[in-house]
């Protein structure tokens, strides 16, 4: 069985400064992605960032990167100079070849001006 | 536009009422899912669709039916509703059922069993 796990229930950074949303995941798969999805207030689910397994360089999308630590089963989200407009729930989500996504409990990411 | 979509948005009801939320896709996708939302669990899935008149249970399927008998809808069917079932479901679907893209979300449906 695959499970996610989010530890940080909530968080909040300063505007323009940094903040690390972290997260857990365990599969017996080799092959498999690793999603991050915003959900702020108008509900929608946004794709923020993807990475295979199978790439060992961390991906990046304008101010979102990931680290990802293959080994320690290990997928945080680094969002930098961060703005009002990224106060939202955040989803990380764990997707196997030919299965579901498998997403975890959700971080509510504050941002204060 | 490529999008998937979802009615109603907003609905309540009382219990053993029979209900169907919609969910429509115009991007030609082979895999569908439904999924529910709820404080703490996080997204877990209800049922999927990996084709046409090909479906399968999730990981929270009671209460649920579906079918998928056109490709681009995949409606979700509450027989009986109970208020356990009050929840936020999302609709979701993928380009391909056995590569791992990027899934596309309706908007949700918010929905109250009283």
């Known amino acids: 069985a695959q499970t996610v796990t989010q530890s940080q229930p909530e968080m909040s950074v300063q505007e323009a400064e940094t903040v690390t949303l972290s997260c857990t995941y365990d599969?017996?798969?080799?092959?498999?992605?690793l999603f991050w999805y915003k959900q702020p207030p108008s509900r929608q689910m946004i794709l923020v960032i993807r990475?295979?397994?199978?790439?060992?360089q961390n991906a990046t999308e304008n101010r979102f990167s990931v680290n990802f630590q293959k080994a320690a089963k290990s997928f945080s989200l680094k969002i930098s100079d961060s703005q009002l407009g990224d106060a939202a729930m955040y989803f990380c989500?764990?997707?196997?070849?030919?299965?579901?996504?498998?997403f975890g409990a959700g971080t509510i990411l504050r941002v204060k001006s | 536009e490529a999008q998937v979509t979802q009615n109603p948005r907003y609905l309540i009801t009382v219990t053993g009422k029979k209900l169907t939320v919609t969910c429509s896709q115009n991007?030609?996708?082979?895999?569908m899912s439904w999924y529910r939302q709820d404080p703490g669990l996080g997204l877990r899935q209800i049922y999927y669709?990996?084709?046409?008149?090909?479906?399968d249970k999730g990981d929270v399927p009671e209460g649920y039916k579906v079918s998928r008998k056109e490709k681009r809808n995949f409606p979700l069917i509450l027989e009986s509703p109970s208020p356990n079932q009050t929840s936020l479901y999302f609709c979701?679907?993928?380009?391909?059922?056995?590569?791992?893209?990027?899934?596309?979300f309706g908007q949700g449906t918010r929905l109250t069993v009283v």
């Open positions: 979701a679907s993928r380009d391909n059922s056995f590569v791992v893209t990027e899934a596309f």
């Open positions: 991007m030609n996708h082979e895999y």
């Open positions: 669709s990996m084709n046409v008149e090909v479906t």
């Open positions: 599969t017996s798969e080799s092959d498999y992605y």
């Open positions: 989500a764990l997707g196997i070849y030919g299965n579901k996504l498998v």
């Open positions: 990475q295979e397994a199978y790439k060992q």
